[in-house]
């Protein structure tokens, strides 16, 4: 077995990359969503600028890098990884909405 071979992501077994993307989505997505959130906090509060561009560039850069693992895996891997995201997104959005009312 080469070199290439061994690390490869798309030859690990479906059943092992799909849990791990999805968990590694939420993970992603939370970390993204609360970022978003900070930023938004300060914009509004009219705090740090350089703090509010610091955490875009940083949550940009995390969800593409994110992303490029997951496409190393395979598309299902990446719709796992998506849906994790998007399963992070719902949450904060629930916890947001019935904290607000």
Excluded: N, W
């Excluded at 993970?27 to 705090?47: E, K, N, P």
């Excluded at 997951?70 to 990884?81: I, R, S």
């Excluded at 998506?82 to 719902?90: H, I, P, R, S």
């Amino acid at each position: 077995m080469d070199e290439r071979t061994m690390i490869d992501l798309a030859a690990l077994p479906l059943s092992v990359v799909l849990p791990v993307c999805l968990l590694g989505g939420l993970v992603l997505g939370y970390t993204y969503f609360r970022a978003l959130r900070m930023t938004a906090d300060l914009i509004v509060g009219q705090g740090r600028p350089l703090l509010g561009l610091a955490l875009t560039l940083g949550r940009l850069t995390l969800l593409a890098a994110g992303f490029y693992l997951a496409v190393q895996a395979g598309a299902f891997a990446l719709l796992a990884a998506l849906a994790g995201v998007l399963g992070a997104k719902a949450l904060m959005l629930r916890r947001v909405r019935r904290h607000d009312t």
